[in-house]
């Protein structure tokens, strides 16, 4: 079998072996010390509005650790078309954004530390989500993270190949790459849902901060 083509995990005595990693090399080295302003810049790509893909991959994958090289932009393109990542964030679109604009996206101490807690369990990386009482946007992020990743390391799951690396990255690094990605994911789509709302929409939008008395921001056009 052609090597490219084979399965990127081999059984060898009783651990999984990647034949295309070097023993103890990382993949991904994320630099995790100012959590927000890696989020302002994540913020700035998505307002860039790059039309396609391979540009939005070549502007994430260095800032979130996966290095200014053809292969790291690749590894991200790869990952944002995987079907685990698309099916755990349809999931996150239907049960948190449903539709609406103008959420907060998660924060990153929150869902790190939710996010080593609830792997303890293994009921949120099943397909079947827990149970969502008293969620805020954190429980949400958590939720994505741990339903990706959980598939990505499922050896009956497929295609696997191409997103390899996350799945046998730290958890710790594993979770902010995803938490950024969906930051960018949930942006853009909310610029899609209020790009398509109608009118009425978009007044019971701000009628609907306003009997919260939440904050107020005139609305950018070009947002």
Not at 199 to 218: C, Q
Request: charged content about 25%.
């Amino acid at each position: 079998m052609n090597k490219m083509s084979a399965n990127t995990s081999t059984q060898s005595s009783g651990a999984l072996v990647n034949p295309w990693l070097e023993k103890n090399q990382r993949v991904l080295h994320p630099w995790m010390d100012e959590p927000e302003e890696i989020k302002n810049e994540v913020r700035l790509v998505y307002k860039q509005k790059l039309p396609h893909l391979d540009a939005v991959a070549a502007e994430l994958a260095p800032l979130l650790g996966l290095g200014d090289t053809l292969l790291g932009r690749q590894r991200m393109q790869n990952l944002f078309t995987h079907p685990a990542l698309l099916d755990s964030f349809v999931e996150f679109s239907e049960t948190y954004l449903d539709g609406r604009w103008g959420l907060p996206v998660g924060e990153w101490a929150t869902v790190h530390k939710l996010s080593h807690t609830h792997a303890k369990d293994g009921e949120w990386g099943l397909k079947a989500p827990p149970a969502r009482e008293d969620w805020n946007v954190n429980h949400f992020y958590t939720r994505f993270i741990l339903r990706t990743l959980a598939r990505l390391r499922d050896p009956a799951e497929a295609p696997r190949n191409l997103a390899y690396w996350l799945a046998e990255a730290s958890p710790c690094d594993a979770a902010w790459l995803l938490m950024h990605v969906l930051m960018y994911m949930q942006w853009d789509a909310m610029r899609d849902y209020k790009k398509h709302a109608g009118v009425k929409d978009r007044v019971s939008h701000f009628i609907d901060i306003w009997k919260t008395d939440g904050p107020y921001a005139e609305p950018n056009e070009h947002s």
